[in-house]
């Protein structure tokens, strides 16, 4: 038996240290603590919500004026899609992007001020193009938005939202140089791929640059036979499918790279059976529909090729995890998750 006396200072001292967890605890469930973090996450996301609607207020008449550009233009009409498509990325990874938040004022600063010099741009030479003009005010609006990103969100969040704020780049329309670099490059390409096309069909035909001389008619391939806007389309819609359903980078690229042959080989398609059309129908198919308008007809028959070779290396990929995985899964000792 020991007395029952006064508590010594060692055991009030260790008393007390076994009480700090408990102080610790309830200093965070009051919201004193690391849980208000919770708190200041939301204040930070709605600072940057309400800037974005500061920032499209703004740029309300340019963007106005932006939307009407792109739904007449032949080239750049993907672009009213874009905005829609990375607030989708960004909403389905919302649960994967980083919760730890702060101000990168180096990354905003700098994102502001090429946003303004963009912006001073497309007001100060006159002489600018329409197309030029609205890739000018595209780039500055762009870059005030990611500003924003950095300002209120950081470049951890930004890091983790990499490719969303990638896709979302383009809405900004390729500059005119740009545009008529990628046309003539695709019409000359595409009439190489015709004239294959011609000689494994058997149609007679005589090649003078982009021109063919056919049984009763000649034909031109065009800038507007180049398919310039189905192939941007198409390049954008390989970049995410790769990145949605493939991991592996040699994959993706593997994906990505086979638009670029892909596109040329639906232009020299369309060729040959517009051509067929006229050799054996008549010359008059030269101005049947599906010539002025089948160019849908003909984006849709290279997506079909496009989303089988997507399927083959999404199983390859999926095959090649299980052989990597262990065979008998209850070996693993059970503090390591399973993948």
């Given amino acids: 038996m020991l007395p029952i006396g006064p508590a010594t200072p060692s055991l009030l001292l260790q008393r007390r240290i076994l009480s700090l967890p408990n102080i610790v605890n309830h200093v965070a469930s009051s919201g004193i603590g690391p849980a ?178 056919l049984p009763g008619i000649s034909i031109m391939v065009a800038k507007e036979c180049s398919g310039i806007r189905s192939s941007l389309v198409l390049v954008i819609t390989s970049l995410l499918a790769a990145n949605m359903f493939l991991r592996t980078t040699w994959r993706r690229a593997l994906l990505v790279g086979a638009v670029i042959p892909l596109g ?21 198919m030269i101005n049947s529909p599906i010539h002025r308008r089948g160019g849908p007809i003909f984006f849709v028959a290279s997506l079909i090729p496009l989303f089988v070779m997507l399927w083959w290396l999404r199983q390859r990929e999926v095959a090649a995890q299980q052989q990597r995985a262990p065979e008998n899964p209850k070996s693993i000792p059970a503090d390591v998750p399973i993948a």
């Fill in 36 to 213: 208000n973090t919770g708190a200041a996450t939301s204040r930070r996301f709605a600072g940057w919500c309400i800037y974005l609607v500061i920032l499209c207020g703004a740029f309300a008449l340019p963007l106005r004026e932006f939307v009407t550009y792109a739904r007449h233009s032949d080239v750049h009409s993907y672009v009213l899609l874009i905005p829609f498509v990375t607030a989708y990325l960004i909403y389905i990874r919302w649960k994967q992007l980083s919760r730890e938040l702060s101000s990168s004022w180096g990354y905003a600063l700098l994102l502001a001020t090429a946003g303004t010099g963009a912006l001073l741009a497309s007001l100060h030479f006159a002489e600018l193009g329409q197309n030029d003009y609205m890739t000018l005010l595209a780039l500055s609006f762009f870059c005030f938005v990611i500003a924003g990103t950095f300002l209120f969100l950081g470049s951890k969040w930004a890091r983790s939202a990499m490719f969303p704020l990638f896709f979302f780049a383009f809405m900004i329309p390729l500059p005119e140089a740009a545009v008529d670099f990628l046309e003539n490059a695709s019409k000359e390409a595409s009439a190489e791929v015709a004239n294959w096309l011609f000689l494994i069909s058997g149609t007679p035909a005589l090649r003078t640059g982009t021109v063919f001389q």
């Fill in 264 to 284: 040329l080989l639906r232009n020299g398609l369309r060729i040959l059976v517009i051509s067929l059309l006229c050799v054996h129908i008549g010359p008059e």
